[in-house]
């Protein structure tokens, strides 16, 4: 198993940006897949990006194109997310996700290690 510590969340304004950190220990970040998931109030938990073990390959929902970028630093041990053009809608609890697997992953049911989620507020 790998632990999995989200940072980097916060209260913003519309059309600002922020980087959530995903720091894992436990296990090589090498060898995981990961991918970021977000919970808004009063609704299922829903995702959001995902990259493969080597950091070739991305898949993002369509409310994340163009305005948020994933990676991973393997060397750091460390996944991020920079999300750009925060919009109201974008305020959720935000998830990384990681599972022992050369792809990208896309679905909850995918990922067996989870970190504790970390909160991004958007005001308008």
């Known amino acids: 198993q790998v632990q999995l510590v989200e940072a980097g969340g916060g209260l913003v304004q519309a059309g600002d940006s922020l980087r959530l950190s995903c720091v894992a220990s436990?296990?090589?970040?090498?060898?995981?897949?990961t991918g970021w998931f977000r919970q808004a109030p009063g609704k299922e938990r829903e995702f959001v990006a995902g990259?493969?073990?080597?950091?070739?390959?991305?898949y993002y929902a369509d409310s994340a194109k163009g305005r948020f970028t994933i990676s991973k630093d393997n060397g750091r041990n460390t996944g991020y997310l920079q999300m750009n053009k925060l919009k109201p809608e974008d305020t959720a609890i935000y998830y990384c996700?990681?599972?022992?697997?050369?792809?990208?992953?896309?679905?909850?049911?995918?990922?067996?290690?989870w970190g504790q989620g970390t909160q991004v507020a958007v005001s308008s």
């Open positions: 996700a990681a599972e022992q697997s050369p792809f990208v992953l896309t679905t909850e049911s995918e990922y067996s290690n």
């Open positions: 436990g296990r090589p970040f090498i060898n995981y897949a």
């Open positions: 990259i493969s073990w080597s950091g070739s390959t991305t």
